[in-house]
Structure formats: structure tokens, C-alpha cells
């Protein structure tokens, strides 16, 4: 056999994103029909290999077992927290000053967010469409497993606290969770009720658009960003669309390669290069974590396309069964240019 004409044909069946390589076209075609490779994707921006999840890529480049030739000019040049090459060691150190963030940026807006209420939810208010939220929960139930809400944050893209506040349950505490929470029954004398709270939240949120009217990103609705929002939202007892959460436990690229949650403290630490959680939690600190998180994400430039989501109609019959032989004819980068995202990208925000 020639050996070239067989580099040749492993080659045509080699995926243009992952690298994954198969003996038969028609595999390829499978494989893009279910792995969603896009222009959305974490990619190695030395060899270009696209991976699914950030953790994916650190491995690539880091370890535990990293790609040799990557490795070596990622050690020169790379940034450990954005996984960026840079053209320089100087580049790098300048860049670092700006990518590895700080919990003391803020001191002074921190130390407020520990007074008791700070409220400027206001509809007419000028403070953009992207807001952060955090709760912190105490217990309730005969064995203070269940999560009751009795501090909640609210802040803006600018980081600056629209709502702060202590949070009165609808059932008896019957333990305040003091070495995480830093609550006290004290603190809930004068809360507000949870009733009081949630709808403040939400009409801020609707901005005055019908919670069953909003459909489209395109409304006056605000972005809601967060960690793990579905259980800060069931604790708050408070309904919103999922087409405007930015949830950081469920963005895919901050994903584990084994497709479970990272915790908020570790994506802080990689990510953004500070610790948070050291000691009592305070939820204006989570709100600037994800906050910085989201904006982070959102940042990211990437290609521009008319339909970018695999279930926009106009992309439903790209890799559809009655186009196989047409799909097998193609290389494959041109299999890649019609493969989309199966996820919304924070960059679209943009």
C-alpha cells in the first residue's frame, strides 16, 4: 500500500477541531453530528485544537498529560489563568497585571455590603441590563437540612450593590449555619419578609416587561449571572426565564470534563486568580465572582456568524440523515463551517 495515499486518506477522515481521527468518512460525519464543535469552543491557540471544556484545554497545555510541543511555549508564554498565549515573556507580565484580579479592589464597596439593607432597585434606575445575584442559606426543618434564604445580594455590571439585605424566611430557623452564613438571629430581627424580597427582585429583573412575555434577549429584561441560580431562585421562591440566566455551574466551557459543576471558589481561583471562601461567606463577594466571570466569558472573540446555535432553524438539516452521501463528500473543514453550537455562547451578548 502507499503509505502516502494512506496519510492522505487518514488525514480527509481526521476532524478539523477535536483532531479525533476515524477509518471511515461516514464516522466523521457522525461524530460532527454529535459533538457540536463550533467557533464557540476553548481552542489551543498553538496547535488550534478545539476542546470542550476549559478544563480540557488546561490539560492540553498543563497536564497532567499535556501535548509536548504546546506544553513548551505555554510555559514560555502562556497565561495560567485565561490559558492565552502572549508574543513575549514581557507581554505576559504585563498582561498578568490585568488578568489576575483581586478580592481588595473593592475593599471599601466590601465592607458595605455587610451593612444590614442597602436598596436602589429602581426600574428607571440607569444601572445596565446585567445584574449578579448570590443568597446565602440557613436552615430549616427538624434537622436544619433545608436551605431557607436570609441574606441576598444583588449588583450591577459595574459591581456597585443595587440590593442587600437580611431576609426573613416563611419557616422557623432552626440553625443559622454561623460558620458559613456569619448569621445570627439578631441579624433577622428587622429582616425583610421573603415575600417583600422576592418581588422587589423580580419586577427589578422584568424591568417592566411581563414575566410571561419575555421571549426574546432582545427585550427590556435584565441578564441574570450566578452560581448555581436554580437553588438561589427556589430559595428566593422567585420565577425567571432561563434564556436570560448566565449561570457559571452550567456554562459548559467552566464545566468539568466529566460534565458535573465546578464550585464558584475553584472557578474563582483559576480563572480569575483570587480566593474566595475563606472563612464566612459573604454573597456580595460571590455576586462579584460571577460577575467577573460572566464579563471574562463574555469578552471572548470570536468569529461572527448569522445563526450560531444548532437549533436555529436554519441550521436543523445541516447534518441531516437524507444529506449522508453529500456530508461524506465533504472535507473536513467544510464539515466544521456548517457544524454549529449546541450551547449559547456568552460572547453573543456582546
Known amino acids: 500500500m502507499d503509505h502516502r495515499n494512506e496519510s ?42 478545539h476542546c470542550r ?24 508564554r502562556g497565561c495560567d489563568i485565561c490559558l492565552t498565549i502572549l508574543a513575549s515573556r514581557n507581554a505576559l507580565r504585563a498582561h498578568r497585571e490585568s488578568c489576575q484580579l483581586s478580592r481588595s ?22 444601572h445596565g441590563r446585567v445584574v449578579a445575584l448570590s443568597c446565602k442559606m440557613v436552615g430549616g426543618g427538624s434537622d436544619g437540612s433545608l436551605d431557607l434564604c436570609a441574606r441576598v445580594c444583588l449588583i450591577d455590571e459595574h459591581e456597585r450593590i443595587l440590593f442587600h439585605s437580611y431576609v426573613a424566611p416563611n419557616l422557623p430557623i432552626t440553625n443559622y449555619r454561623y460558620e458559613t452564613t456569619g448569621i445570627r438571629q439578631e441579624h433577622l430581627r428587622d429582616a425583610v419578609p421573603l415575600k417583600q424580597v ?18 426574546s434577549r432582545s427585550g427590556r429584561a435584565r441578564i441574570l449571572v450566578g452560581h448555581s441560580l436554580d437553588h438561589d431562585l427556589k430559595g428566593l421562591e422567585l420565577e425567571y426565564p432561563t434564556i436570560m440566566i448566565r449561570d457559571t455551574a452550567k456554562y459548559p466551557p467552566l464545566m468539568k470534563t466529566s460534565k458535573l459543576s465546578n464550585s464558584l471558589k475553584y472557578l474563582t481561583k483559576a480563572y480569575l486568580g483570587y480566593e474566595i471562601q475563606t472563612g464566612i461567606q459573604d454573597p456580595y463577594e460571590d455576586c462579584v465572582a460571577t460577575m467577573r466571570l460572566y464579563m471574562r466569558m463574555k469578552s471572548q472573540a470570536h468569529r461572527r456568524e448569522d445563526y450560531p446555535l444548532a437549533n436555529d ?30 450551547y449559547y455562547c456568552w460572547c453573543l451578548d456582546s
Open 198 to 215: 422576592s418581588k422587589k427582585i423580580q419586577d427589578y429583573l422584568c424591568n417592566g416587561e411581563p414575566l410571561w412575555q419575555i421571549r
Open 105 to 126: 479592589n473593592n475593599g471599601l464597596i466590601y465592607r458595605m455590603a455587610r451593612l444590614g439593607i442597602q436598596d436602589d432597585l429602581r426600574i428607571e434606575n440607569s
Open 8 to 49: 492522505s486518506e487518514t488525514l480527509r477522515n481526521k476532524c478539523a477541531a477535536c483532531y479525533k481521527q476515524f477509518n471511515k468518512l461516514e464516522h466523521l460525519v457522525d461524530h460532527m453530528r454529535t459533538s457540536y464543535h463550533s467557533v464557540h469552543e476553548p481552542k489551543c491557540e498553538i496547535c488550534k485544537k
Open 53 to 76: 471544556y476549559f478544563e480540557s484545554l488546561r490539560e492540553h497545555l498543563i497536564g497532567p498529560l499535556p501535548k509536548a510541543d504546546c506544553e513548551k511555549i505555554f510555559k514560555e
Open 313 to 342: 432553524p436554519q441550521n436543523r438539516n445541516n447534518f441531516g440523515a437524507w444529506r449522508q452521501s453529500e456530508l461524506e463528500r465533504m472535507t473536513p473543514q467544510k464539515l466544521m463551517e456548517i457544524s454549529r453550537s449546541d
